[in-house]
DNA sequence: AAATTTGTAACATATTTTATTACAGTATGA
DNA sequence: TCATACTGTAATAAAATATGTTACAAATTT
C-alpha cells in the first residue's frame, strides 16, 4: 500500500545531504517537512536500521548520513519504505467457483509485479545526489 | 491515492469478455468479485461515461461491452479508474522558507509523472483481451 | 545537575475505502 | 396490467489505514 513514507524519507535524505557536516534533530528536520518529530524519527528509524544515516542521542545531538549520496539510488529508499505499485487487488477472496475469480489475483500479481521491475529499473537511474542537487 | 478500483474494472470486463453475449447483472457480477453490487454498478457507470460498456435496465437487463477487446488497452483502463501512480506528498505544505521545503514537491512530481509514462507505456502494450485470454 | 535530544510505546484523530440500505425508475413477460 | 427483476443513485455506516499527539525513559553535552 502506499503512502507518504517515500515522500517523508527522501524529504530527509535531501536536508542531510544539504548539510552533510551537521547532525539535524528531527525537530529541524520536521519543521521543513512541516510533520510531527516523531514521524519523522520513525522514519529516522528505518533508515538507522539500513545503515543509511547514523545519529546521536543526547543535547545536540540528531541524525546525519552515513553513505555516500552518489552510491544511494531511489530504488533502495523505495524498497527500505517498503513501497510498492500496485492496483489494488479484490479484498474479499474472489469466488473460487467462477474462472475469472479463481485466477485474477495471481493475473494481477504478475502484471503488478512487471509494473514494479519497470519502476524500479527507473528509480535506480537516479541516486539521491542527482535529486539533492535539482534544489 | 490507489484503491481497488483498477483491479474491479479489469475483474469486471474480463468477465464481459467471456461471456460476449450476455447481459450481466451487478449481482453476478458482485458474485464473482465477492464484492457489494452496488459498488460494481458505480464503476460500471463510469465505464459507461466512457462508452466501454453499454446496460439495458429492466428485467433481464444488465450489462455488456460495446467495444472490440483487442482495442481497448489496460493503460485505457487504468486511466479511466482515475489510477495514478505515486509515491506521497507531504500532506501538511513543506515549510515554504526552507530551499527544499519549498521546492520537494515540485520535483516529486516530476519523478511520479515520470514513473506514470512509463507504466503507461507497458500498460499500453496489453489489451484487455490478452488480458482475458489468460484464462 | 540542567538542558536537549533520541527512541519508542500508547493512544487519538483524520482520512479514505468499502459496504449497506433504501428506493425511484425501467423493462419484461406471464 | 401487474408482479418481478433489474439499473441508477443518494445517503449513510462501518472498517481500514494513515497521520498526529502525548508522554516519558535513556543518552549525551555543557
Redesign the pocket.
Known amino acids: 500500500?502506499?503512502?507518504?513514507?517515500f515522500a517523508?524519507t527522501i524529504h530527509i535524505l535531501t536536508l542531510l545531504h544539504k548539510f552533510p557536516n551537521d547532525?539535524?534533530?528531527?525537530?529541524?528536520?520536521a519543521g521543513s517537512i512541516?510533520?510531527?518529530?516523531?514521524?519523522v524519527?520513525?522514519e529516522?528509524?528505518n533508515l538507522?536500521a539500513h545503515h543509511i544515516v547514523e545519529?546521536?542521542?543526547?543535547?545536540?545531538?540528531?541524525?546525519k548520513l552515513a553513505v555516500n549520496a552518489a552510491d544511494l539510488t531511489l530504488k533502495q529508499i523505495f524498497e527500505m519504505t517498503f513501497e510498492t505499485i500496485g492496483l489494488?487487488f479484490a479484498?474479499?477472496q474472489p469466488n473460487p467457483d467462477c474462472p475469472v475469480g479463481k485466477n485474477i489475483n495471481q493475473h494481477l500479481e504478475v502484471l503488478y509485479s512487471e509494473m514494479n521491475q519497470n519502476v524500479s529499473r527507473q528509480l535506480e537511474g537516479i541516486s539521491l545526489e542527482d535529486f539533492s542537487n535539482q534544489f
Open positions: 500500500m502506499i503512502s507518504g513514507k517523508i547532525y539535524l534533530s528531527s525537530e529541524f528536520i512541516n510533520l510531527n518529530p516523531v514521524l524519527r520513525k529516522i528509524a538507522k545519529s546521536k542521542e543526547g543535547k545536540n545531538g540528531g541524525t489494488g479484498k474479499n
